[in-house]
């Protein structure tokens, strides 16, 4: 027989067919476009961004996460069940084009046909397999959703008619294939190649074939209404994020991890720095409301929302979202409140897992912007000082700036006033040197270094605090002010190579001040470390066994994807580590970030004292980190958390200075 | 209203001090400046009380070397309206007598309605300065203010006394007012007021041309306080304790006779 189908069998494609099925089509993607059209408009309240440079790339890597749905699967369960509907409903809806191509175009214009055959029967097999995938994914979604009821999934009127809708179509699918082939393909060899269809088919076996005829036509009818009306309802539900999605993928910020805005303070156009009302924003900052679809993984690995403060990734892109659509004139600080944008501590977790490739981070450093730079607001008074401190001292500790290099004394390195004949600028950072814990770590390099025949300089009183966490506190015009002077001295020194030992002054230097005309290498001490390592030049021996948990740090970790090198180190100082399960680019913030470490927590429960107990329950002996921050933070928060005599916070240059091989 | 505020520049009291070439002040190297604390209040309330009232102008005066200028810059970006350098590089030099005829000098024939001063400066800490400018220009003083309120021409302002009484003293301008700590909060200066700040008057006069008078005091001496002996810790019974503490009070000082 011919391995074949009558397309519109049965329904036949006189005008009658056609006619009201190709109107009613052309009339679904006009509400469609109408509807993006007026979305659009809402967008535009925002300012311009040019998101489309590099086309090419932006076009390919889009493509790319689209097809594999590779944002999606870093979530197994969910992300799995959409991957698996998705591929399904794209294969239908691919099948569906061809059958157009077919019955439109080289049928009618060239009288071939290309749907037979061994051609027609894979496609029959693969639309059967899909249209199945996608029914028991959909119900695996649906059981996720209304009967396991996660925490935070709020399910909306929207939500349910999708399931609804989409169920709808599948179903009505198969029942059209079985009374098809009830009439036309039991007993053949052509019913084993849809499987799927061949079960339907099988049920309406008994009834007589008018009467299958009468069902077949009725429900095909109905299958097209509800695809039409599936498609009227894309801009207007949910099922927006099917374009508002894929095009945030276009539209995704290429530049390096973590960027921001460098304002121009000088523009004296201006009239306000920072976001408080919606026009402040960008189109693009209105258009991530719409590619959200309240997934909830942002707000699932937000550290400040996982203890209680008022700060959800997903509430605030939403809010923005409302404002944009329902009340633009809205002041955006006090739709989404201060104390939520003062909780962030811009460790990325939820830009980094989002599906919909959504910036949260940004929105929130632009209100806190607006709040500093044109209210001279802080989240409490010992910012302010912190702040006023790093003006004055240079560092928000308070401390004297003459004594910055006090710590170096007895080690016998030089600021590079004394002697800038250098191997390396060691950029200290504020904490490693003045704060007692954390000049442990500025010690312990210097030794490491010495061993591999490393010399050192570093400014000394000269070195400004790098200005990061006044800059995410909002205070742009500190950072600039501070930046603009270390760059200024470095560049006095020609410095041809800088490293730090810690991961904010590493991220600032090595990528914010390339916005301020600085351009030398800078290096996070661990892989300037291992490099020396592997060339042989610094030798670790295996000392006392020891099993530590590491901590992936979220300015080495996500905005840097600085990884392997310290875990290379530790191993090959003979250590064991014993992972945390929220590790890598999973790790959870210590909670200094985002200008924190200047403030007193005072809302909901101790980020850091969370943290201290997921390593607690690694049951190693040493908590392992590789910032003065996260140092500081599990120091406190083993005190409170009242570990402190079970797990040792140390940072991984204290570990390394022990295992030196003489 | 015409407002004077008057402020003095001084070391971070974190910063690391040396004593002078002469030993009769501190060295001014590796030291980070700041405003006087106590006059960041005085700025604050002088800048409240011009917002309050309708047509006011807020003057800043400050004595000192070239590097006061970055300090009135932020009293200007806080809200002051102008702003007069004394320019003295001597200034540590002068007593309050010296300092204070030099801002009543200023003040003379300016029919300034009130003047805000810091209690005393966190360096020198005279606390002589405000209430000898009062003197100097007949206007009513009243010193350490924690709280400040204005209506109609009436100062209506809290002092703190010993033990944390709180006395309400009530005067009508002109007068001049010395601040303490526990007045306000100063405000942190917004982008657009520091960008503003830049183009205020900020006018230079020569101390020359103001001070007409002689010191009546002279710094021979400064030093660092000399390290002693440590503490001691009495233990036992209170009523040993007690004999004890008597017995050290009249061999060793000069309290009980």
Known sequence: MEFTREIYWNVGNSAGVLIPMYLLTLIAFVALGYGFWQRVKVYRQGQALNRTDLLAQRIMGAVRDILLQSKLLRVAGPGVAHALFFWGFLLLFIGTCLIVVQADFTDPLFDIKFLTGTFYKLFSITLDIAGLVAIIMLGGLFIRRYIIRPEGLDNKKDDLIMHGLLFAILITGFVIEGARMAVTELGTPLAAWSPVGLVFAKVMAAVEPEALRSLHKATWWLHLLLVIGFIISIPFTKFRHLFTTSANYLFADRGPTGNMVTLDLEDEAAESFGAAKLADLSWKDIFDADACTLCKRCQDRCPAHATDKPLSPMKVMNQIGEVAFDTPDANLVETVSKDALWSCTTCRACQDICPASIEHVNKILDMRRNLVLMEGEFPGEEVMTAVDQVEVNGNPLGLGYATRADWAAELGVKPLAEDPDVDVLYFVGCYASFDKRNQAIAKAFIKLCTAAGVKVGILGKEEKCCGEPVRKMGNEYLYQSVAAENIEMIKQYRVKQIVTTCPHCFNTLAKDYRDLDFDIPVEHYTVFLEKLHDQGRLKLGHGEALTCTYHDSCYLGRYNDIYAAPRALLTAAGIKISEMAKSQVESFCCGAGGGRIMAEEKLGSRISEARVKMAAETKASTLVSNCPFCLTMFEDGAKGAELDGQLAPKDIAEILVERLEA | ?257
């Open chain 2, 1 to 257: 209203m015409k407002i004077l505020v008057c402020i003095k520049q001084v070391p971070d009291m974190e910063s690391k001090f040396k004593l002078n070439g002469e030993g009769t002040w501190y060295d001014n190297s590796d030291l980070a400046w700041r405003m006087n604390e106590y006059d960041e209040y005085a700025v604050e309330q002088a800048v409240q009380l011009k917002e309050q009232v309708a047509d006011s102008d807020v003057t800043v005066l400050s004595i000192g070397p070239d590097r006061v200028k970055e300090m009135m810059k932020k009293a200007l970006a806080m809200g002051c309206d102008r702003g007069v350098h004394i320019v003295d590089d001597d200034f540590f030099k002068k007593d309050p007598y010296e300092i204070a005829s030099i801002i009543a000098e200023f003040g003379k024939g300016k029919e300034f309605d009130l003047i805000f001063t810091g209690m005393q400066s966190q360096d020198r800490g005279s606390g002589q300065v405000g209430v000898l400018v009062a003197e100097m220009l007949g206007l009513p003083s009243i010193t350490t203010i924690v709280d400040f309120a204005f209506d109609a021409g009436q100062i209506t302002a809290k002092r703190e006394l010993e033990g944390g009484i709180k006395a309400i003293i009530k005067t009508t301008v002109p007068a001049l007012v010395t601040c303490q700590l526990g007045l306000n909060t100063p405000r942190y200066p917004t982008l657009p007021n520091i960008m503003k700040a830049k183009k205020k008057e900020l006018l230079s006069i020569p101390v020359s041309e103001l001070l007409k008078v002689e010191g009546k005091q002279e710094t021979a001496k400064m030093y660092f306080p000399e390290k002693k002996g440590g503490g001691l810790i009495l233990e036992g019974e209170v009523g040993d304790l007690t004999d004890q503490l008597i017995k050290m009070l009249k061999d060793k000082t000069a309290v009980l006779a």
